[in-house]
């Protein structure tokens, strides 16, 4: 166990992560935060981690155990319960994960600072570039030596060059140009910090990450047409003011919906058509419409494109088959509006949710619905769709068939066998995943009792009950072997010399012999060790064999012969009458 720091500060309700752990090896009298990310496993390729946690949770076990804090205190200073733990579009995700938060650098409010020293949570995304409080631009830089204000920086209101953040000077701005920090700050903490109303109607009933992520779209296509920036750095490219004026041109186009957006629209078709190439839909809008169809796809944002569909049936002007092509776009985008209602409603699932609950890998899904023992209502070989969507009802219901057919368990637990052991026996005979669960929920194979994993491998299985449905009516090398008293290797050989025939070899070392084949091999063969038995005094295989050959009786194959494992010889009416 981790022991406890001397110094730990308990963290202010809106304060950010990074900020704690700079304020944590400040009062600990550590040289810089990194101390402190290596005593908590956070620290990654000679760097602290981004704890952030857009995309995913991190262990903060350590830190935990270092601070005496509990894990939800610690993940509560992240964007982990905002976006992590909330959101499934990989899209969203990774854009915020990208650019939405402020990576290698910090900002601040030198007014706030000054007054509470800690670094707030709100100031370490992107698109906030103004106090919500004192109406001033965030600074992202020193004001004496220029460079970038570094998330590890040895003390909170310091530089590296010994300049106090906290005497920066202010650059004020005016209050209705600090509506996105607000709304942002009130959506994180549930509070209001002024008395400006926000008039920005549908941000307003949107929820934190998906406003975040909104801005940011439309920062991006702001800056293609009107900067020429094909790709936004929101981080790197603008310095603050340029890129509060970028999130202010966004904000417009929520402000008076849905007059701003068309408006916003007008000014994108006014500019120069050299822009927009490509047929009728690229000459109105360049690729401005795919743009909005590809990144906008989720419930919340329909209405953009929706707004965007009534703009060209109120716009003569418009080209008709851009408005056509437009209509079938939007109708695509609303079926999938409805599968990602069903999925909220939890009647549907993904690819991720199929492995989860039956523990297998994603390579076995597809086959599984092939099959129809899962079902599946969207996805590549269904509507085109590029993301799977299953019927999460088949998927249990394939979890409860197993259940409900279990027969009892047999007195020798030795002959239980797990799921993975069972499906191994079947993969070995030729067959597939598919084969064997389909063959259980047809019940020639039921479960005999259960474990502590989950899905499909919490079941147990009987092996010969497993052996006999796997091989059907086909003998195995090791039945062939048992009835001939003989070794595998043996039996091998004369397959692979071609006297005892197979349908075909399925993997190394494993032939299935059909019981026909079989019964013709015996009839015209015998083995040495089958001819010794037989013989009234000679005991020895070498003695019968020499014997034999005395008597112009040679064997077909053997070791001597042709290098096979054991003497074969094939019968016929003179080795019968020598043996009588």
């Known amino acids: 166990m981790e022991p406890c720091l001397l110094v730990r500060p308990e963290p202010f309700p809106d304060e950010s992560f990074k900020g704690y752990i700079i304020r944590l090896s400040e009062a600990n009298g550590y040289p810089d935060p990194n101390r402190i990310y290596r005593m908590a496993g956070l620290y990654k390729y000679s760097n602290g981690v981004n704890v952030c946690m857009v995309d995913e949770k991190i262990d903060v076990s350590r830190l935990s155990q270092l601070t005496t804090l509990t894990e939800e205190q610690l993940l509560s200073l992240s964007f982990y319960n905002e976006i992590a733990k909330l959101e499934q579009n990989s899209r969203l995700v990774h854009k915020l994960w990208r650019f939405g938060t402020c990576v290698y650098k910090q900002q601040l409010c030198p007014v706030c600072l000054a007054e509470t020293s800690y670094h707030r949570k709100l100031w370490d995304l992107n698109i906030v570039t103004t106090c919500p409080v004192h109406y001033c631009f965030l600074i992202d830089q020193c004001p004496k030596c220029q460079k970038k204000i570094s998330p590890h920086r040895p003390h909170l209101v310091y530089c590296k060059c010994g300049f106090d953040f906290r005497e920066a000077p202010l650059e004020n701005v005016p209050k209705e140009q600090t509506h996105v920090s607000q709304l942002l700050h009130r959506k994180l903490f549930e509070c209001t910090t002024s008395d400006i109303s926000i008039s920005n109607r549908p941000l307003e009933h949107m929820e934190f990450r998906h406003v975040v992520y909104v801005i940011m779209i439309f920062c991006d296509v702001i800056s293609l047409y009107f900067h020429g920036n094909k790709r936004l750095q929101f981080a790197q490219i603008f310095k603050q003011t340029g890129l509060h004026h ?33 047929g009728p839909m690229g000459k109105e809008f360049g690729n401005f419409h795919q743009k909005l169809q590809e990144r906008l796809y989720h419930p919340d944002f329909m209405f953009v494109i929706q707004r965007l569909s009534e703009y060209l049936d109120q716009h003569d002007s418009v080209h008709p088959k851009a408005i056509e092509r437009l209509k079938k776009r939007l109708y695509q985008k609303t079926a999938i509006q409805v599968n990602t209602q069903c999925l909220k409603d939890g009647q549907l699932c993904t690819s991720k949710d199929v492995m989860r609950l039956l523990a297998i890998g994603q390579d076995q899904i597809v086959p599984l619905e092939q099959k129809s023992i899962i079902k599946c209502v969207s996805g590549p070989t269904v509507d085109g769709k590029h993301e799977w969507l299953f019927d999460l009802e088949s998927v249990e219901e394939l979890l409860s068939k197993i259940q409900n057919h279990m027969q009892d368990s047999p007195f020798e637990s030795s002959s239980m066998i797990t799921f993975q052991k069972a499906l191994h026996i079947f993969v070995k005979w030729g067959h597939t995943l598919p084969d064997f669960v389909h063959s259980i929920v047809s019940k020639p194979i039921r479960a005999c009792g259960r474990t502590q994993e ?27 072997a048992r009835e001939l008293s003989t070794k595998r290797e043996v039996i091998i050989s004369w397959i692979q010399k071609g006297f005892l025939p197979v349908h075909k070899r399925i993997r190394k070392q494993v032939y299935p012999i059909h019981p026909k084949d079989f019964h013709k091999f015996t009839r015209l063969y015998v083995s040495a060790i089958d001819l010794v038995k037989r013989h009234p005094h000679i005991r020895s295989s070498e003695k019968l064999i020499r014997w034999l050959a005395s008597e112009g009786i040679h064997p077909v194959t053997g070791p001597k012969i042709d290098g096979g494992r054991g003497y074969l010889y094939r019968k016929n009416p003179k080795l019968n009458k020598l043996l009588v």
């Open 246 to 278: 970028l999130v202010q041109h966004s904000v417009r186009i929520f402000e008076h919906w849905p007059d701003s957006f068309d408006s916003f629209v007008d000014e994108l078709r006014a500019l120069p058509k050299g822009m927009r190439d490509g």
């Open 454 to 480: 989950i899905g499909l491998n919490g079941f147990l299985f009987i092996s010969s009950d497993i052996e006999r449905a796997a091989k059907g009516e086909w003998l195995s090398v090791d039945d062939a």
